[in-house]
């Protein structure tokens, strides 16, 4: 079977699905690396925050805020996108693209999922409630500003860094400076494995005038990445020191250097292929750094 025969045609007629596997597919639970690339760093907050374990309920009630919060986000994008994904190979299969879902319905869908999340927030200190608003009006504009800002992935960059400022505030009732100084950490990974994610894209991005990070760094796109997570992992580095971790998170930390050292060399030769799995693999770099932050505490 040809790459071409692998392809999605946007022409071709919905398929007959039921209506929760349309949700699914609308929400990417069918595709968790999302949810993973937002619950890694919330975890590291928590557990950073709180000086080792930080208790099952607030663990869980993250979890759960990630699962709700990334699946509304992923309906509100594909309403915004909607005219945009049926032109673009990755996404043209996506139910809104194709007709499966109407609009309505997915706001709707939305709507749900975030009050859902909402009902987490009486469980946690007030000082959480107003960073929860502010990342729902950032992530609800994330899908506009690629018609106009150059850089995307830093805006989706705060979107996805807020559950840490959220998980100091749940533990110590404040933000102090370490818990924006790993937000602003977080927010270098994220540009950088969204970009490996755009750089998938970039032509048909260029073609039908969507902004993105792969095609404002053109050529440079590749020694961008590395430096993104050069500042990444330097960031964390002076993190875990102030916070006293030690050779385990050391380990963690070396783990993850490796996997973004993989990332660079796939990404090399700019094949989508390999910058789409680059960009997966992420899951890995920062299920690495939390390993080492939770063995660290974990062997005090």
Not at 3 to 11: I, Q
Not at 258 to 277: E, F, K, N, T
Request: charged share 15%; hydrophobic share 55%; glycine share 8%.
């Amino acid at each position: 079977m040809t790459e071409a025969n692998l392809r999605p045609d946007p022409t071709a007629p919905p398929r007959q699905r039921s209506r929760l596997a349309r949700y699914v597919s609308l929400t990417r639970l069918d595709k968790p690396i999302g949810i993973a690339l937002l619950l890694w760093p919330t975890l590291d907050a928590l557990w950073l925050a709180a000086d080792g374990w930080p208790g099952a309920q607030l663990t869980l009630i993250f979890c759960i805020g990630t699962v709700l919060t990334r699946s509304a986000g992923c309906a509100i994008n594909d309403v915004a996108d909607r005219r945009f994904d049926a032109h673009v190979e990755r996404t043209a299969g996506r139910v809104l693209a194709r007709g499966e879902l109407a609009s309505s319905e997915a706001i709707m869908v939305a709507i749900v999922l975030a009050a859902c999340a909402a009902l987490t927030l009486p469980l946690l200190h007030p000082a959480a409630t107003p960073l929860a608003l502010i990342a729902v009006l950032i992530s609800v504009s994330y899908p506009f500003c690629k018609r106009f800002f150059p850089m995307p992935q830093a805006y989706l960059g705060l979107a996805f860094s807020f559950g840490i400022p959220m998980a100091f505030a749940a533990v110590l009732g404040r933000v102090p400076d370490r818990g924006w100084l790993l937000m602003l950490a977080n927010l270098f990974w994220v540009v950088a494995y969204d970009t490996e994610y755009a750089m998938v894209d970039r032509r048909d991005d260029l073609r039908i005038g969507i902004r993105s990070s792969a095609i404002l760094f053109g050529r440079a796109d590749v020694p961008a990445v590395a430096l993104c997570y050069a500042a990444y992992l330097a960031a964390l580095a002076g993190i875990a020191r102030s916070a006293g971790l030690g050779w385990c998170f050391a380990v963690g930390w070396i783990g993850a250097l490796a996997c973004a050292v993989l990332h660079v060399l796939w990404i090399r030769g700019r094949d989508p292929q390999q910058c789409l799995r680059a960009f997966r693999h992420n899951h890995w770099l920062g299920l690495s750094i939390f390993a080492g932050i939770v063995a660290d505490y974990a062997l005090r």
